[in-house]
């Protein structure tokens, strides 16, 4: 079955610091690919998302990924992180011809330290 | 705003109860969806609909059963509850906002079985 992992499962990084989030999905059609962020008991936010073009995209709150096709990754990178920052991020695949359907990472969370 | 409110937002039932909960969208979107979301498994499909009367299973879908018989209206039933379906559950649109077309999510119902 398509799968998409993310290996980190608990990040913690100091305010100010740069950030990756990695994401690899296992081989399959062209995918789509998104970022989700999730604060505490809130519902999921639309960080970006890859469908085609441009392999490097940006994205809302000062967020960008990758494309790797090669890596089959999507990696989330931020240059400077700030404390608003800290929250659940999710990685999404979406192959093609699948009604949208989407296949999500297990999930990383993010400590801020001031 | 994407349009979608899920009702009830907090539940708490017993095992062996039927349990359902209404997804509402307000802009006509075609294609709807039904995820659980548990630690360390991300968000999970349990079933999607691609239009009224049209619905098809997700990933864990055992125990679970839908319908949607208008557009604006998708809503997941729990036959029996147990208590391995305590869990968070969203509801999901594919349409087009302000970062293009993707996945938009609802709030989230809070469902705990006794």
């Known amino acids: 079955a398509q799968s998409v992992t993310q290996p980190d499962i608990h990040i913690t990084v100091s305010e100010g610091a740069s950030l990756e989030l990695r994401c690899n999905y296992s081989y399959g059609a062209t995918p789509y690919l998104f970022w989700y962020v999730q604060s505490p008991g809130q519902g999921l936010q639309l960080l970006l998302k890859?469908?085609?073009?441009?392999?490097l995209v940006q994205g809302i709150k000062g967020f960008e990924a990758e494309f790797k096709r090669s890596q089959s990754s999507f990696n989330l990178r931020k240059p400077s992180v700030h404390w608003s920052d800290a929250a659940e991020y999710f990685c999404?695949?979406?192959?093609?011809?699948?009604?949208?359907?989407?296949?999500f990472g297990q999930g990383t969370i993010l400590t801020v330290h001031p | 705003d994407a349009g979608i409110t899920q009702s009830p937002r907090h539940k708490v039932t017993e095992t062996g109860t039927p349990v359902t909960l209404r997804c509402h969208q307000t802009e006509n979107h075609r294609y709807m969806y039904w995820y659980r979301q548990d630690p360390g498994h991300g968000l999970r499909l349990i079933h999607y609909s691609y239009g009224v009367k049209d619905t098809d299973k997700g990933e864990v879908s055992d125990g679970y059963s839908v319908s949607r018989s208008k557009t604006e209206d998708f809503l997941l039933t729990l036959e029996s509850a147990t208590s391995s379906q305590t869990s968070v559950y969203f509801c999901a649109i594919r349409g087009v906002q302000g970062m293009g077309e993707t996945q938009y999510f609802g709030p989230g119902t809070r469902l705990l079985v006794l």
């Open positions: 999404a695949v979406e192959w093609g011809t699948s009604y949208g359907k989407l296949t």
């Open positions: 890859y469908f085609s073009g441009d392999t």
